[in-house]
């Protein structure tokens, strides 16, 4: 797979290297949240409401105007 590239010039807003650690930390507040209401008795959130992109440490994506070979590394 060493030839296989992008076929989207896109890549995140800042310099963070993953949302992972973000995504871990949120989908775990989720699960804990619908455990706790589930034993109270109550209908759990909406998934919608928990893992806000905004908040996480890379904003999302955008496209890149001129990408470079390097930005269409996979």
Do not use: L
């Not at 800042?14 to 619908?34: L, N, P, W």
């Not at 706790?36 to 759990?44: H, S």
């Not at 959130?45 to 930005?71: L, Q, T």
């Amino acid at each position: 797979m060493s030839r296989s590239r992008k076929k989207t010039p896109a890549g995140g807003i800042t310099t963070a290297i993953s949302d992972k650690a973000f995504k871990v930390a949120e989908h775990r507040r989720e699960r804990r949240a619908v455990k706790a209401d589930v034993a109270g008795g109550q209908e759990p959130e909406h998934p919608k409401a928990f893992g806000n992109p905004w908040k996480s440490e890379k904003d999302g994506k955008a496209y890149i105007a001129e990408p470079r070979p390097e930005d269409m590394r996979k």
